[in-house]
């Protein structure tokens, strides 16, 4: 788009001599070109003057109307033709019709300029507009477009791993309920509370099985004097047998990691 003052230059001078080139829309009545046209019609209270193309690619008209209008850098051409190629798509053209090499044959523009194009309008699409306006240069542009992309690929590779540790989080992620540094923090949290568990855990059973084991076949029982005893920790036939059962839990579930290890 004009600028405000370039915008209302156009309006005057159309109210002045009269509106020489059409609004172009297509058949369904999309605006293919003219935006400027139509609001300097606005602007200056003159009824705008339309006409349809009904070819087999609004796209490519809209694309060639404009590069042959306009004094463009091959920047700029290579940004209006990865926008045009965009357009296509959304359309549901077939690659083969709309591909960036046929128009780069036509337009004379590399297909290396056409790809940096095609990053911007996908990466940093606010910049689109201001390629295209000449007010910034497609390199400057396409070095944005490259940090964004980078960073976005960055989140995308720390939510597909994310999905892999903890599908939870992940799928909070996703719904808005958490943004993704929370998540890892939550993750980190998590994490902390699982080492401390294992290791409660192992000591825990490294400081009661090996014990329990060596004193099978002795006298412990008969030695017990609960005068010694620690406090809260009295021995009872009921005590025993959970001990037992708790053994037998334990067992059971050491062959099943053994032989998940195997």
Not at 17 to 39: A, E
Not at 82 to 109: F, L, N, P
Not at 132 to 157: C, H, P, W
Request: glycine letters at 6%; a negative charge; proline letters at 4%.
């Amino acid at each position: 788009m004009l600028d405000d003052e370039e915008l209302v230059s156009l309006a005057e001078e159309i109210k002045a001599k009269g509106q020489y080139t059409p609004i172009w829309l297509d058949t369904s009545g999309r605006l293919l070109d003219g935006r400027n046209r139509l609001r300097a019609c606005e602007i200056a209270g003159v009824e705008p003057r339309f006409a349809t193309y009904d070819g087999p690619d609004p796209a490519d008209f809209a694309l060639q109307i404009n590069i042959r209008r306009r004094n463009l850098t091959k920047g700029q051409v290579a940004m209006v033709t990865a926008r045009s190629c965009s357009a296509a798509e959304q359309d549901g053209r077939s690659a083969g019709e709309r591909s960036a090499r046929s128009i780069a044959e036509r337009t004379g523009v590399s297909l290396g300029r056409i790809g940096q194009a095609l990053t911007v309008l996908r990466h940093a699409p606010d910049l689109v507009d201001r390629v295209i306006s000449g007010a910034v240069g497609l390199d400057d542009a396409y070095k944005t477009a490259r940090e964004a992309k980078a960073q976005a690929d960055s989140v995308e590779n720390q939510l597909a791993r994310l999905r892999m540790e903890d599908p939870e989080l992940a799928d909070r992620v996703v719904e808005g309920d958490l943004s993704l540094p929370a998540a890892w923090a939550e993750r980190k949290e998590r994490s902390e509370e699982e080492v401390r568990r294992r290791k409660v855990a192992t000591q825990f059973l490294c400081e009661v099985v090996p014990p329990l084991a060596q004193a099978r076949g002795t006298d412990t029982v008969v030695l017990y004097d609960p005068q010694f005893m620690l406090t809260g920790r009295a021995i009872t036939g009921e005590v025993i047998e959970q001990a037992m059962a708790a053994l037998t839990e334990m067992a059971q579930a050491w062959r099943e990691r053994e032989a998940a290890w195997a």
